[in-house]
Each structure stands twice: as structure tokens, then as C-alpha cells.
């Protein structure tokens, strides 16, 4: 039986030629990058309030798209990866808490298939037992790795935590994915909505993506107060532009979803493209600047680094 394969809305397609690879590979030989900026690590890391915590809402990022979310008495945990290296790059920079420091986990999120969102040897070593939500077509790969607790998502799903405390919904994203030659797109890709039932607080993690129309229809169905929203791996923005936002489309996608606050994601720890961290933050800034946003909506947290919302 043929498997599934899965596509983004319009049919919007991210398959690349073997002529557009090396073309790209040709293009970073020639480029002169600086790789010497770190995103920093967090000074004075709540480390025990992570710990004991189960009333307070947080969002701790990790580094790249890894992040602790508490919320509704939950820890939730978005496509853990404290990976050293990448493919043939190493880590460029290490993650803002060891997996000793964090709590139990309840919730992980896996927002698709690629080895920088799902790392079977981080999943291993979580605390605690938790479920893990998936998209569809995922699921039987880590039923098939020894995960018993998973449940698998189509977009525009929900489910209750078991607390009964929280609703987290799986949108649409523009992505794709693929972990060996033979299974690119039998598994769907998306981002993650939580809502705490109680206030009414909203954090959408956006997961990997392009720009598409998909933000203003999330924003019909949510009011969200968090987005994190990725910034990296748009070089060349010719091959990349399909599949990883650039800075300037971040924040038009962060205005399209109508939410408050803004914490930018997916850079600084690999080298997955040609930018470099500090590109990607500088043109972060400077598209923030050009459309005269206010400076409070914009939150760059470093490695580490808790917020309380």
C-alpha cells in the first residue's frame, strides 16, 4: 500500500532539484560568513522556581525551537533537542538549561519529522512520563522507538489536558519533512496552540514554516497573547523561502496573527542555512524599527531565560 503523503495549503511545494542543491552549495562556498556571535546565556536562571512550579505561567527557551512552557499546572516541552551536533555541524551553542535541570515533563509537542525537531536520544532522556503529541503520520515511528503515550494530530485538532486546565490545538504550518530517502512528506507538519482554560492565556508555538496565509486563518480561531516565531535558516532565501520565514516575514506573520508579544525562535544553535544568528537578529530589529512597532511587544530572551506571563 502506497503511503500518504502530506501538502501544504495551495499545493505549495518545497521539493528542490538536485540543480538547485548545488547551486546553493556553490553560493555558501563563496560566501565569507562571521561566526563568532553566541546567543548569551541567562544570567540568573529560575532553575528551582522551573522546578517547583505549578501555578505560574512561564516560557523558558531552551535554544533553537526548544522550549519549557508552563501552564495550567502542566510542563510542556516543544520538540526537545539537546543534540551536541547536527549532520556535520556541531552546536553553536549550548543549550540554556542541562536536561538535568528541568522538571518532570507532562506534555511534548513535536511540531514535525526533521532531525532539528525530533531527537529520539533527547526523548529518551526526558524527565517524567510524559505524552507526546505528534502530527499525523508520525506516530507509528515512535510507537516503533518504545513511546507508548502517543497520540497523533491533524490540523485544527484539539484535545484537553488530562487536568482538564488546558486545550492545545495543532494548526496549519508551510513546511515539509523527511528523515530517510524514502518517507519525505508521510508525515504532516504544523505548529501548536495552548490555551489556558483558566484566564484564557494563548501561546502559539509556530514550529518551522514559511510565510503563508495560514497566520491570518489561525488568527480567526485564536486570540494570542505569546507567538513564537521563528527567525532563522531563510539564506538563500530563494531555495529556503518556501519552507523557513525570514525576519522581515516574521514579523508581518506576527502581525497577521493579531498576537501580543512576540519571542523569536530557530536560530543560534544550528547551522542549518547561510545566515548567521546575528543576521537574523539584526534583521529582526531593523524590519521591528522600519515599521515603528513598540519596542515592549518584542522579546528576546537568551538561552536560559524565564519568562513570566
Not at 184 to 192: A, R, V
Given at each position: 500500500?502506497?503511503?500518504?503523503?502530506?501538502?501544504?495549503?495551495?499545493?505549495?511545494?518545497?521539493?528542490?532539484?538536485?540543480?538547485?542543491?548545488?547551486?546553493?552549495?556553490?553560493?555558501?562556498?563563496?560566501?565569507?560568513?562571521?561566526?563568532?556571535?553566541?546567543?548569551?546565556?541567562?544570567?540568573?536562571?529560575?532553575?528551582?522556581?522551573?522546578?517547583?512550579?505549578?501555578?505560574?505561567?512561564?516560557?523558558?527557551?531552551?535554544?533553537?525551537?526548544?522550549?519549557?512552557i508552563q501552564m495550567g499546572g502542566m510542563n510542556i516541552m516543544?520538540?526537545?533537542?539537546?543534540?551536541?551536533?547536527?549532520?556535520?555541524?556541531?552546536?553553536?551553542?549550548?543549550?540554556?538549561?542541562?536536561?538535568?535541570?528541568?522538571p518532570p515533563i507532562d506534555v511534548v509537542l513535536i511540531s514535525?519529522?526533521?532531525?532539528?525537531?525530533?531527537?529520539?536520544?533527547?526523548?529518551?532522556?526526558?524527565?517524567?512520563?510524559?505524552?507526546?503529541?505528534?502530527?499525523?503520520?508520525?506516530?507509528?515511528?515512535?510507537?516503533?522507538?518504545?513511546?507508548?503515550?502517543?497520540?497523533?494530530?491533524?490540523?485544527?485538532?484539539?484535545?484537553?489536558?488530562?487536568?482538564?486546565?488546558?486545550?492545545?490545538?495543532?494548526?496549519?504550518?508551510?513546511?515539509?519533512?523527511?528523515?530517510?530517502?524514502?518517507?519525505?512528506?508521510?508525515?504532516?507538519?504544523?505548529?501548536?496552540?495552548?490555551?489556558?482554560?483558566?484566564?484564557?492565556?494563548?501561546?502559539?508555538?509556530?514550529?518551522?514554516?514559511?510565510?503563508?496565509?495560514?497566520?491570518?486563518?489561525?488568527?480567526?480561531?485564536?486570540?494570542?497573547?505569546?507567538?513564537?516565531?521563528?527567525?532563522?535558516?531563510?539564506?538563500?532565501?530563494?531555495?529556503?523561502?518556501?519552507?523557513?520565514?525570514?525576519?522581515?516575514?516574521?514579523?508581518q506573520a506576527f502581525l497577521d496573527c493579531k498576537a501580543d508579544?512576540?519571542?523569536?525562535?530557530?536560530?543560534?544553535?544550528?547551522?542549518?542555512?547561510?545566515?548567521?544568528?546575528?543576521?537574523?537578529?539584526?534583521?529582526?530589529?531593523?524590519?521591528?524599527?522600519?515599521?515603528?512597532?513598540?519596542?515592549?511587544?518584542?522579546?528576546?530572551?537568551?538561552?536560559?531565560?524565564?519568562?513570566?506571563?
Amino acid at each position: 500500500m502506497a503511503k500518504q503523503r502530506y501538502e501544504n495549503l495551495d499545493g505549495i511545494s518545497n521539493k528542490k532539484s538536485f540543480k538547485d542543491m548545488r547551486q546553493w552549495r556553490k553560493e555558501r562556498k563563496s560566501k565569507m560568513k562571521d561566526l563568532s556571535y553566541t546567543v548569551p546565556q541567562a544570567e540568573n536562571k529560575k532553575i528551582e522556581l522551573l522546578n517547583e512550579n505549578r501555578t505560574q505561567n512561564t516560557v523558558t527557551w531552551i535554544g533553537h525551537a526548544t522550549f519549557l512552557i508552563q501552564m495550567g499546572g502542566m510542563n510542556i516541552m516543544t520538540d526537545p533537542v539537546w543534540a551536541k551536533r547536527m549532520g556535520f555541524e556541531k552546536r553553536l551553542s549550548e543549550p540554556g538549561l542541562t536536561m538535568e535541570e528541568i522538571p518532570p515533563i507532562d506534555v511534548v509537542l513535536i511540531s514535525h519529522g526533521h532531525y532539528d525537531h525530533l531527537d529520539f536520544a533527547t526523548l529518551n532522556r526526558l524527565k517524567g512520563n510524559p505524552v507526546h503529541l505528534v502530527p499525523e503520520g508520525l506516530g507509528r515511528l515512535l510507537t516503533k522507538k518504545g513511546f507508548s503515550k502517543v497520540e497523533e494530530f491533524s490540523w485544527w485538532d484539539k484535545k484537553d489536558s488530562r487536568t482538564g486546565t488546558l486545550e492545545i490545538h495543532f494548526v496549519p504550518a508551510q513546511h515539509w519533512t523527511r528523515r530517510t530517502l524514502t518517507d519525505m512528506n508521510t508525515s504532516l507538519w504544523g505548529g501548536w496552540v495552548i490555551i489556558n482554560k483558566e484566564n484564557g492565556e494563548t501561546v502559539y508555538f509556530v514550529g518551522d514554516t514559511g510565510y503563508f496565509r495560514g497566520f491570518k486563518e489561525i488568527a480567526k480561531h485564536f486570540d494570542i497573547n505569546w507567538v513564537l516565531m521563528p527567525i532563522g535558516a531563510y539564506e538563500p532565501e530563494w531555495f529556503m523561502s518556501a519552507s523557513h520565514i525570514s525576519p522581515e516575514d516574521a514579523v508581518q506573520a506576527f502581525l497577521d496573527c493579531k498576537a501580543d508579544k512576540f519571542i523569536p525562535m530557530h536560530y543560534g544553535a544550528f547551522r542549518l542555512a547561510d545566515d548567521t544568528p546575528k543576521e537574523a537578529l539584526d534583521r529582526l530589529l531593523k524590519e521591528w524599527e522600519k515599521r515603528k512597532l513598540d519596542q515592549d511587544l518584542l522579546y528576546i530572551p537568551k538561552l536560559g531565560e524565564t519568562v513570566i506571563t
